[in-house]
């Protein structure tokens, strides 16, 4: 089993950025495809970004589309978000997850496609 440990959230201004890492032990990353989520204060979890297990295919919801990168590097087990012109409504605790898929080249923004999860990391965007 995976076991996964987000850091760099915090707090920053609106327009400003933050990297979110993602530590994996246990299992080498590569056997995971990765998904980044988050939840807002009372609100469901939400999809923010997924990559794929090889070739670097990703997905992003729509509100974070062209601000937001996701990126892995399976020599380091770590996952990263990069966060740019970041916006109050990007205000959450933001989970990074891990999808033992066999499938080499997909992602899913379904949360119950994924095995395990971080224990959450806090963004918060000042106006």
């Known amino acids: 089993q995976v076991q996964l440990v987000e850091s760099g959230g915090g707090l920053v201004q609106a327009g400003g950025s933050l990297r979110l890492s993602c530590a994996t032990s246990?299992?080498?990353?590569?056997?995971?495809?990765m998904g980044w989520f988050r939840q807002a204060p009372g609100k469901g979890r939400a999809f923010v970004s997924a990559?794929?297990?090889?070739?670097?295919?990703?997905d992003y919801a729509d509100d974070v589309k062209g601000r937001f990168t996701i990126s892995r590097d399976d020599v380091k087990n770590t996952v990263y978000l990069q966060m740019n012109s970041l916006k109050p409504e990007d205000t959450a605790v933001y989970y990074c997850?891990?999808?033992?898929?066999?499938?080499?080249?997909?992602?899913?923004?379904?949360?119950?496609?994924?095995?395990?999860w971080g224990q959450g990391i806090q963004v918060t965007v000042s106006s």
């Open positions: 990559i794929s297990r090889i070739g670097g295919t990703t």
């Open positions: 246990g299992r080498a990353l590569i056997n995971y495809a």
């Open positions: 997850a891990a999808d033992r898929t066999n499938y080499l080249t997909r992602t899913d923004f379904r949360a119950e496609a994924y095995d395990a």
